[in-house]
């Protein structure tokens, strides 16, 4: 099978880790009519209220159609259309839901995407954000209390009571990365000071082949505020690409270009498109986060260019679901004979 399919990335993080911040700048370097963006939070079973008196956090599996996501990843994979459930998270509520078709490139971030095999073999790049606790709770503080109707007691609650499931179900997920994200505060205090960009630590993992920037980063500028190198995480040799929060622009438009260099099915464009957050209302700049988009983006067009190549995946969320349903003396649901018989990934 060597007709194209999209590209699926995969962003998780836990609650407020930066995951919509992260997909809007890669959706305007990639172009919004070549990004569809699906949000795995979409599929929570219940409401907000309906799980205050479950006692269950969306962080659970439970909590979510774990097989209705895997489901619609194999068929946004095979570039076929899904009918997306949608969480109003301003309000808690289960609304209408939305015809999603795949474009060529689609992002699903959300809390529990890389938990099972079968979404994980989906995924042709798979990223995780890890910021520190003290930094994602004080994004959470200020997104729930002005975005979604929490006050500052609440939201402390709350986190408390998820810290649970956050470590038993979604910071085991990193490991599972193929690049991390840690955004960090200068010199290590937090929260920043006023007006002060987050460094940036890119832990490169070598299950995907990255770009060669060691000739920029390394000889021409010890001191630039850029750094790569070489070293271990979680026990594995990993690459570390760290970029200082207040990196001359300059160096940072170096670097920023040597990415681009590497993305010839895109155009430069300006840098208010990308690398933007909001701090206080105010619109701001960080070389950091637009250098974590342009690698990122790198990763989607270097997919997308090699897609000949790149074999389907073996449609197994549909068949597990037929081989778990049970038979009866009257019908018999179950796999077809010829089950077995059906190709691998990329063999006719």
Known sequence: MTR??????????????????????????LGADR?????????????RKERAERGITPLHPDCNYMDVIELHLERM???????????????????????????????????????????????????YLDPPEEMRKIWKIKRDTTKRGYTTDQVLAEMERR??????????????????????????????????????????????PHPDLSYLVDAEHPDSGIRLRLGRDDGRPVDFLEMDGDVASRHATELEDAIWQHL???????????????????????SPLALTQLLI???????????SQLPFATPVAALSRLESVPSSPSSHVGPSPNIGLIPRAGVR
């Open 4 to 29: 194209q399919r999209p590209i699926i990335l995969g962003i998780v993080g836990d609650s407020a880790a930066g995951k919509t911040t992260i997909t809007q700048g890669l959706v305007n370097v």
């Open 35 to 47: 990004v569809t963006h699906v949000c795995t939070d979409d599929y929570h079973k219940y409401d």
């Open 77 to 127: 994979h095979y570039g076929q259309p899904i009918l997306k459930p949608k969480y109003q998270h301003s309000t808690g509520t289960l609304v209408r839901p939305e015809y999603v078709r795949p474009t060529q490139f689609v992002i699903v971030e959300g809390l529990l995407g890389f938990t099972t095999p079968i979404m994980r073999q989906f995924y042709d790049v798979k990223v």
């Open 163 to 208: 810290e649970p499931d956050s470590r038993d179900f979604i910071r085991p997920q990193k490991k599972l990365a193929d690049i991390i994200v840690r955004f960090l505060p200068p010199d290590g205090v937090i929260p920043p000071p006023p007006g002060r960009n987050l460094d940036v630590q890119l832990v490169l993992r070598p299950t995907i």
């Open 264 to 286: 010839p099915d895109l155009r430069p464009i300006s840098d208010d498109l990308f690398g933007g957050y909001t701090d206080q209302g105010e619109k701001r700049h960080s």
């Open 297 to 307: 983006a790198y990763h989607l067009l270097r997919k997308y260019k090699d897609l």
